[in-house]
């Protein structure tokens, strides 16, 4: 798979799998929902390695920039986690 496909897959991936972490925290709270939930925001994170490892842009650009104070910006594809 080419660089720029394999992007767009992970950025898919992460979209879907953040769209069922939704229905996953709408169920009733217990042990097994709550690690559930970890799991799959570990897949999210995990993904966006992979677009780093890729070299895809940073979704967070000034998370370093200690300038922007206590500003934590949205991810760049719009994830709700």
């Given at each position: ?11 898919r ?44 842009v ?24």
């Amino acid at each position: 798979m080419d660089r720029n496909r394999e992007i767009i897959e992970i950025k898919r991936l992460r979209r879907d799998i953040d769209a069922k972490l939704q229905e996953v925290k709408a169920l009733d709270p217990c042990r097994e929902v709550s690690l559930a939930v970890t799991k799959l925001e570990e897949a999210i994170m995990w993904l966006g390695m992979d677009l780093k490892r890729l070299h895809d842009v940073d979704p967070y650009p000034s998370s370093k920039d200690p300038s922007t104070g206590d500003v934590i910006e949205d991810t760049s594809d719009g994830l709700i986690m």
